[in-house]
């Protein structure tokens, strides 16, 4: 049966070549349905798609396409194919669908920007390369698509590029991006070294017999993908790129550096399972410094005044949690959380985009406060997604966090220790953004008097897919619920294929389903006690700042230390600037001025002036005399035949 | 497979007899109407009709004429390259001939002739239809390098090329009658059979007549160092006579020399150290000459004597992996030279102009999208990913290596990287030359933006998906003879 998966990327691309060969010549209407068709579209064909796969019986969905040979060179081949199966479509739904939605929204928030037609035709191009990243059947398609989304993640930061901060960010995000698909890449290189392919069925299929469990090789390698994975999805060592992406148009921020792109790392971790279960080293590193980055956002987002930092910090952190999802190998339940963090995040950061479009560009939370009167749409929805991400019962990501601190306690790979770090930042979580909820739309508003006239709702091409966006925060966990809940985890069960070496591999979910082990009494127990926990929190955000806002400010008088700690984000710019960026300028320098200056440029000059020595030597030969022509071919023959009759 | 060798059928050359009769109605035609633009379109009908009936012959190989035609892949091959090039000229040429108050129907009558002329020499094994076919391409095209007969360096060129290109066809037709006198038989597939018979019975004669129809052929292709005579034709010649030059004979001569040297000749294994001296010798001096041409047409002159150059490493190399990539190298050659061909005419149509590189400046502020195909072509030429200069030195390349060639590798990389020097100078001036005084706009054509999107889309697609294109040049080796 014929799918035709290629019309879901194949469709974005188009909106892409449409909206960009004509840039400029369309109208501002024509601009925007193009680009918002082929991603719906795009959209509507995965869904359709989708729906194909469920028909499929359980065992055999999987959906591959191959559209030509790519790269044919000897022993070397890579086909333009692509793969549909439980794992790539949620992705392809979760990408495809928020970012239709965010498209609209687009439309609202963009709609007085000079550049426009530049904007979508960036979108579509990011959409593009996102969907053939996760559609992709061998890493190095993938590879393709992650340098895409990297390529459009820059361009999109930078669309304000004649803001200085705006260009520098860019810049940023693409160097600390590079050092990543360095690893990346060189891991990519270890698998085809030792594999001799990069397709995923191959790959997955052979390591059992090519790497040793827990060897040298598998380590290195698995490690270095998830170098790349730290970069693109801004963990530690490499987060430092994404509070500054936020210098972006904010339904960027939502799209690319909350739901979508800010996944792949954890995407590529999830997909590449059946590796990370061959290295416990690396699973214990990755859930080391997931958990880790978690906590470490979440802290320095409780000092941020800026409403988008918080949002970034707060994405880091969550992302830490998917990280920590697949340390404890309960890659599942990191998709899992991906997919509810995608509908309550893009929600946050599009509500923020909706507050700060009424405050007329103002981004401190010190001068906001009181907006749940004048933006009462924004005010609900956001509401619902804070809800969500704090882990409120009934709430999608309740289910999704829930899940993974339960996986973290109990899994083979877990350990209380882990589960008391995340809980303790799940409980930072609800702080911070109660916090966040109520200086922006509590209280008194904090504006000034000709901000607070001009005070608005948003149109309705703004708050529709805001609403959309809470519907789909609420119920985007109930495929998930899980079995102590009366559930029968519905999601874990249709990605299980893809975790159970459907491919070929070892079955990794096995070493998480032995959580059963541990009595339905223990997890109940803890997530009821977390649930208390996450209450106290919001119920602390509201005492210190909508009650009694005054101790919040000696609180923070009397901890200036932590507090400057936290609101310089550890300092952590900084020291990378002293120890790693300086070095370089100066390194870099040295290089120019002596080396390049003195030494390349005086061979290269060298060798010019003995080529061009050579040149005036044999120029007079060209004479231009015909007799001379001849008697060159002449001679040619001669040798030639001399030369055989010699010999 | 079979072969139907003696059968008189017309069906079999109908492409070539579709595309003269068009030639020939052109030619009687525009003796008495006066609309050019009627004869340019009769022409490219004809061709294009060409084209579709040579398709229709891609995988069905069939001879006849007693064994004189031949049809198989490789032919058809070079039939699509040979039509397409004439087709882009076609297109190409049309306002630069009005600009310069040169446009003759009989443009297209020998266009179409020298078409004909190759898809000939491709399409036989036997070495007379080869040397008509060479000798039917090459006389229309010593007429077109003169068709400016008010320009002296037109009038020159064309004279040098008749003069120096009669004198490299006696090479040719020496070579054929020694090699005739060594075997009684002018059929490359009964020389080739019985070659190590003939090899013991008259070595001397068979070699050297194989050493002179290399000769014949590598004037054709302008390996150094029968190479002396481009310089000065492609500079006088009209600017996308030059064009149709530096593919279609070149293109020709390959499919000739691929025919004879590794197929029909590949019991001579001393050929290879041949092919080696004159790939090294035509890398470098085409790269080097080049460096320092200010005319533009000059430079791609030479640049395209480094192109034989890299297709003469694959046929060292030899064997069937590196013909192919030969081939697809031909390909991939014809897309990005005739579109920096396309530019260069583009450019030269303007009044006054003599194809400076100076005259480029400022093209990027006036003419942005043309000045980026501009760059496009000039980093295919240059080899640069994702375009098909790229793929195609790669496939050469790693087929050389493959056959143990690696110093021969070494060599055209390093030359390969001096070309870089010389492609990206015309881009510099492009982008950020200042003109002396203001950049004069070009005028553009349907015609033109059709040649530029048909060279642009197929440089990029060879580049970014060279999958299929590869697959379609190895169909084009079975069965050659």
Same mark, same amino acid.
């Given at each position: 049966?014929?799918?035709?998966?290629?019309?879901?990327?194949?469709?974005?691309?188009?909106?892409?070549?449409?909206?960009?060969?004509?840039?400029?010549?369309?109208?501002?209407?024509?601009?925007?349905?193009?680009?918002?068709?082929?991603?719906?579209?795009?959209?509507?064909?995965?869904?359709?798609?989708?729906?194909?796969?469920?028909?499929?019986?359980?065992?055999?969905?999987?959906?591959?396409?191959?559209?030509?040979?790519?790269?044919?060179?000897?022993?070397?081949?890579?086909?333009?194919?692509?793969?549909?199966?439980?794992?790539?479509?949620?992705?392809?739904?979760?990408?495809?669908?928020?970012?239709?939605?965010?498209?609209?929204?687009?439309?609202?928030?963009?709609?007085?920007?000079?550049?426009?037609?530049?904007?979508?035709?960036?979108?579509?191009?990011? #959409? =593009? !390369?996102?969907?053939?990243? @996760?559609?992709?059947?061998?890493? /190095? +398609?993938? *590879?393709? %698509?992650?340098? &895409?989304?990297?390529?459009?993640?820059?361009?999109?930061?930078?669309?304000?590029?004649?803001?200085?901060?705006?260009?520098?960010?860019?810049?940023?995000?693409?160097?600390?991006?590079?050092?990543?698909?360095?690893?990346?890449?060189?891991?990519?290189?270890?698998?085809?070294?030792?594999?001799?392919?990069?397709?995923?069925?191959?790959?997955?299929?052979?390591?059992?017999? #090519? =790497? !040793?469990?827990?060897?040298? @090789?598998?380590?290195?390698?698995? /490690? +270095?993908? *998830?170098? %790349?994975?730290? &970069?693109?999805?801004?963990?530690?060592?490499?987060?430092?790129?994404?509070?500054?992406?936020?210098?972006?148009?904010?339904?960027?921020?939502?799209?690319?550096?909350?739901?979508?792109?800010?996944?792949?790392?954890?995407?590529?971790?999830?997909?590449?399972?059946?590796?990370?279960?061959?290295?416990?080293?690396?699973?214990?590193?990755?859930?080391?410094?997931?958990?880790?980055?978690?906590?470490?956002?979440?802290?320095?987002?409780?000092?941020?005044?800026?409403?988008?930092?918080?949002?970034?910090?707060?994405?880091?952190?969550?992302?830490?949690?998917?990280?920590?999802?697949?340390?404890?190998?309960?890659?599942?339940?990191?998709?899992?959380?991906?997919?509810?963090?995608?509908?309550?995040?893009?929600?946050?950061?599009?509500?923020?985009?909706?507050?700060?479009?009424?405050?007329?560009?103002?981004?401190?939370?010190?001068?906001?406060?009181?907006?749940?009167?004048?933006?009462?749409?924004?005010?609900?929805?956001?509401?619902?997604?804070?809800?969500?991400?704090?882990?409120?019962?009934?709430?999608?990501?309740?289910?999704?966090?829930?899940?993974?601190?339960?996986?973290?306690?109990?899994?083979?790979?877990?350990?209380?220790?882990?589960?008391?770090?995340?809980?303790?930042?799940?409980?930072?979580?609800?702080?911070?953004?109660?916090?966040?909820?109520?200086?922006?739309?509590?209280?008194?508003?904090?504006?000034?008097?000709?901000?607070?006239?001009?005070?608005?709702?948003?149109?309705?091409?703004?708050?529709?897919?805001?609403?959309?966006?809470?519907?789909?925060?609420?119920?985007?966990?109930?495929?998930?619920?899980?079995?102590?809940?009366?559930?029968?985890?519905?999601?874990?069960?249709?990605?299980?294929?893809?975790?159970?070496?459907?491919?070929?591999?070892?079955?990794?979910?096995?070493?998480?389903?032995?959580?059963?082990?541990?009595?339905?009494?223990?997890?109940?127990?803890?997530?009821?006690?977390?649930?208390?926990?996450?209450?106290?929190?919001?119920?602390?955000?509201?005492?210190?700042?909508?009650?009694?806002?005054?101790?919040?400010?000696?609180?923070?008088?009397?901890?200036?230390?932590?507090?400057?700690?936290?609101?310089?984000?550890?300092?952590?710019?900084?020291?990378?600037?002293?120890?790693?960026?300086?070095?370089?300028?100066?390194?870099?320098?040295?290089?120019?001025?002596?080396?390049?200056?003195?030494?390349?440029?005086?061979?290269?000059?060298?060798?010019?002036?003995?080529?061009?020595?050579?040149?005036?030597?044999?120029?007079?030969?060209?004479?231009?005399?015909?007799?001379?022509?001849?008697?060159?071919?002449?001679?040619?023959?001669?040798?030639?035949?001399?030369?055989?009759?010699?010999? | 497979?079979?072969?139907?060798?003696?059968?008189?059928?017309?069906?079999?050359?109908?492409?070539?007899?579709?595309?003269?009769?068009?030639?020939?109605?052109?030619?009687?035609?525009?003796?008495?109407?006066?609309?050019?633009?009627?004869?340019?379109?009769?022409?490219?009908?004809?061709?294009?009709?060409?084209?579709?009936?040579?398709?229709?012959?891609?995988?069905?190989?069939?001879?006849?004429?007693?064994?004189?035609?031949?049809?198989?892949?490789?032919?058809?091959?070079?039939?699509?390259?040979?039509?397409?090039?004439?087709?882009?000229?076609?297109?190409?040429?049309?306002?630069?001939?009005?600009?310069?108050?040169?446009?003759?129907?009989?443009?297209?009558?020998?266009?179409?002739?020298?078409?004909?002329?190759?898809?000939?020499?491709?399409?036989?094994?036997?070495?007379?239809?080869?040397?008509?076919?060479?000798?039917?391409?090459?006389?229309?095209?010593?007429?077109?390098?003169?068709?400016?007969?008010?320009?002296?360096?037109?009038?020159?060129?064309?004279?040098?090329?008749?003069?120096?290109?009669?004198?490299?066809?006696?090479?040719?037709?020496?070579?054929?009658?020694?090699?005739?006198?060594?075997?009684?038989?002018?059929?490359?597939?009964?020389?080739?059979?019985?070659?190590?018979?003939?090899?013991?019975?008259?070595?001397?004669?068979?070699?050297?007549?194989?050493?002179?129809?290399?000769?014949?052929?590598?004037?054709?292709?302008?390996?150094?160092?029968?190479?002396?005579?481009?310089?000065?034709?492609?500079?006088?010649?009209?600017?996308?006579?030059?064009?149709?030059?530096?593919?279609?004979?070149?293109?020709?001569?390959?499919?000739?020399?691929?025919?004879?040297?590794?197929?029909?000749?590949?019991?001579?294994?001393?050929?290879?150290?041949?092919?080696?001296?004159?790939?090294?010798?035509?890398?470098?001096?085409?790269?080097?000459?080049?460096?320092?041409?200010?005319?533009?047409?000059?430079?791609?002159?030479?640049?395209?004597?480094?192109?034989?150059?890299?297709?003469?490493?694959?046929?060292?190399?030899?064997?069937?992996?590196?013909?192919?990539?030969?081939?697809?190298?031909?390909?991939?050659?014809?897309?990005?030279?005739?579109?920096?061909?396309?530019?260069?005419?583009?450019?030269?149509?303007?009044?006054?102009?003599?194809?400076?590189?100076?005259?480029?400046?400022?093209?990027?502020?006036?003419?942005?999208?043309?000045?980026?195909?501009?760059?496009?072509?000039?980093?295919?030429?240059?080899?640069?990913?994702?375009?098909?200069?790229?793929?195609?030195?790669?496939?050469?390349?790693?087929?050389?290596?493959?056959?143990?060639?690696?110093?021969?590798?070494?060599?055209?990389?390093?030359?390969?990287?001096?070309?870089?020097?010389?492609?990206?100078?015309?881009?510099?001036?492009?982008?950020?030359?200042?003109?002396?005084?203001?950049?004069?706009?070009?005028?553009?054509?349907?015609?033109?933006?059709?040649?530029?999107?048909?060279?642009?889309?197929?440089?990029?697609?060879?580049?970014?998906?060279?999958?299929?294109?590869?697959?379609?040049?190895?169909?084009?080796?079975?069965?050659?003879?």
């Amino acid at each position: 049966m014929n799918h035709s998966l290629y019309l879901i990327i194949l469709l974005p691309l188009l909106g892409f070549l449409l909206n960009g060969l004509l840039l400029g010549r369309l109208k501002k209407g024509f601009v925007s349905f193009i680009a918002c068709a082929s991603v719906g579209l795009s959209f509507v064909w995965g869904v359709k798609v989708f729906f194909e796969l469920l028909a499929m019986p359980e065992g055999a969905r999987a959906i591959q396409e191959t559209l030509f040979t790519w790269i044919p060179a000897g022993q070397f081949q890579v086909d333009f194919s692509l793969l549909f199966d439980p794992l790539s479509s949620v992705m392809v739904l979760v990408v495809a669908g928020v970012s239709f939605i965010i498209h609209i929204y687009s439309i609202g928030y963009m709609h007085d920007d000079p550049g426009f037609g530049r904007y979508f035709t960036y979108l579509n191009l990011f #959409v =593009f !390369a996102m969907l053939t990243l @996760v559609l992709a059947d061998n890493y /190095l +398609l993938m *590879f393709v %698509g992650w340098e &895409g989304v990297g390529l459009c993640s820059y361009l999109l930061i930078g669309f304000w590029f004649e803001k200085k901060s705006a260009s520098d960010a860019g810049k940023k995000a693409f160097i600390v991006n590079r050092i990543g698909d360095f690893g990346f890449l060189i891991g990519l290189f270890i698998i085809f070294w030792q594999v001799g392919s990069l397709n995923y069925a191959d790959v997955f299929a052979r390591a059992p017999e #090519v =790497f !040793a469990v827990g060897g040298g @090789v598998i380590t290195a390698a698995t /490690l +270095l993908l *998830f170098l %790349g994975a730290t &970069g693109k999805s801004a963990q530690i060592p490499l987060f430092v790129w994404l509070p500054d992406a936020m210098e972006g148009p904010t339904p960027v921020s939502a799209l690319i550096h909350a739901a979508t792109m800010v996944t792949a790392g954890v995407y590529m971790i999830a997909r590449s399972n059946v590796l990370f279960m061959m290295a416990p080293t690396t699973l214990a590193v990755v859930a080391i410094v997931g958990l880790a980055t978690a906590l470490m956002a979440a802290t320095i987002a409780l000092a941020q005044n800026d409403i988008k930092r918080v949002l970034a910090y707060s994405t880091i952190s969550q992302l830490g949690y998917m990280f920590a999802a697949c340390g404890v190998a309960a890659f599942a339940a990191g998709i899992f959380h991906l997919m509810t963090h995608a509908f309550f995040k893009a929600l946050l950061f599009l509500g923020s985009g909706s507050v700060i479009h009424a405050m007329a560009g103002q981004q401190d939370m010190r001068y906001m406060g009181g907006l749940k009167k004048q933006q009462p749409a924004t005010f609900v929805t956001f509401f619902i997604a804070t809800l969500a991400i704090a882990g409120i019962p009934g709430f999608s990501g309740f289910f999704s966090k829930d899940e993974i601190l339960w996986k973290s306690f109990s899994s083979d790979f877990g350990s209380p220790i882990l589960w008391a770090v995340g809980l303790f930042t799940a409980i930072l979580t609800a702080f911070y953004m109660f916090r966040l909820v109520y200086l922006t739309f509590y209280g008194e508003g904090r504006m000034d008097n000709h901000t607070k006239a001009h005070l608005h709702e948003s149109p309705k091409v703004m708050t529709v897919p805001l609403m959309v966006l809470a519907v789909l925060s609420v119920i985007g966990g109930y495929v998930g619920i899980p079995h102590v809940l009366g559930g029968s985890n519905r999601f874990e069960q249709f990605l299980h294929p893809v975790m159970t070496g459907l491919h070929g591999g070892a079955d990794t979910s096995e070493h998480v389903l032995t959580s059963a082990g541990h009595s339905a009494g223990t997890e109940l127990t803890l997530m009821i006690g977390s649930v208390v926990l996450i209450l106290i929190a919001i119920y602390m955000a509201y005492y210190l700042y909508l009650k009694n806002i005054d101790l919040a400010g000696r609180i923070r008088n009397n901890l200036s230390g932590v507090h400057a700690l936290l609101h310089g984000k550890y300092f952590v710019d900084e020291i990378y600037g002293a120890l790693i960026i300086r070095p370089l300028i100066n390194g870099s320098l040295f290089l120019w001025k002596i080396i390049d200056v003195f030494v390349i440029d005086g061979i290269a000059n060298g060798l010019a002036s003995i080529v061009g020595d050579i040149s005036t030597g044999v120029r007079p030969v060209q004479t231009g005399t015909m007799r001379t022509y001849a008697t060159m071919i002449l001679a040619g023959a001669v040798v030639l035949i001399g030369y055989f009759i010699i010999r | 497979m079979d072969i139907r060798s003696a059968a008189i059928d017309l069906g079999l050359i109908s492409p070539e007899i579709i595309i003269l009769a068009s030639a020939m109605v052109v030619l009687l035609l525009g003796t008495v109407l006066k609309s050019r633009g009627l004869m340019a379109f009769l022409s490219l009908l004809g061709l294009v009709v060409g084209l579709v009936l040579v398709l229709q012959q891609w995988s069905q190989p069939q001879s006849g004429y007693y064994g004189m035609v031949l049809k198989d892949n490789f032919s058809v091959f070079f039939s699509v390259v040979f039509i397409m090039t004439a087709i882009i000229t076609l297109l190409m040429a049309r306002d630069y001939l009005i600009a310069k108050h040169i446009d003759r129907h009989e443009f297209y009558t020998l266009l179409m002739f020298s078409t004909v002329g190759m898809m000939l020499m491709a399409g036989s094994t036997d070495l007379v239809v080869i040397f008509l076919g060479l000798e039917i391409m090459s006389v229309p095209l010593y007429v077109m390098a003169g068709m400016n007969k008010i320009d002296p360096k037109s009038n020159e060129s064309g004279i040098k090329y008749f003069m120096i290109g009669a004198f490299a066809s006696s090479f040719l037709v020496f070579g054929i009658a020694l090699l005739y006198g060594a075997s009684g038989t002018t059929d490359l597939r009964r020389i080739m059979a019985d070659f190590s018979f003939l090899k013991m019975q008259s070595e001397l004669l068979l070699y050297s007549g194989a050493l002179l129809v290399m000769t014949g052929f590598a004037f054709k292709v302008a390996a150094v160092p029968f190479h002396m005579w481009v310089p000065d034709v492609y500079e006088g010649a009209p600017t996308p006579v030059t064009g149709f030059f530096s593919v279609g004979p070149k293109a020709a001569g390959f499919a000739a020399l691929l025919r004879i040297c590794v197929y029909g000749f590949s019991g001579m294994a001393e050929l290879t150290a041949v092919f080696w001296l004159l790939a090294v010798l035509t890398m470098v001096v085409g790269n080097v000459l080049a460096i320092f041409q200010n005319n533009i047409k000059r430079m791609l002159a030479y640049s395209s004597i480094a192109h034989a150059g890299y297709i003469l490493v694959a046929l060292t190399a030899g064997g069937e992996g590196a013909v192919s990539s030969a081939v697809y190298y031909l390909l991939a050659y014809m897309f990005f030279n005739l579109g920096g061909f396309t530019i260069v005419t583009i450019i030269d149509s303007r009044t006054g102009s003599n194809s400076q590189i100076d005259e480029i400046k400022g093209l990027a502020g006036r003419h942005p999208y043309l000045a980026s195909l501009l760059a496009l072509f000039m980093f295919a030429l240059a080899g640069f990913p994702p375009t098909a200069g790229f793929m195609g030195k790669f496939y050469i390349f790693s087929e050389a290596v493959r056959n143990g060639f690696v110093w021969l590798t070494v060599i055209a990389v390093m030359n390969s990287l001096v070309s870089v020097f010389y492609y990206l100078r015309v881009v510099v001036a492009a982008f950020f030359g200042k003109p002396d005084q203001e950049f004069s706009p070009v005028s553009f054509s349907p015609a033109l933006f059709i040649a530029l999107l048909v060279t642009a889309v197929g440089t990029l697609a060879l580049g970014c998906f060279p999958g299929y294109w590869l697959e379609l040049s190895q169909m084009s080796m079975f069965p050659i003879i």
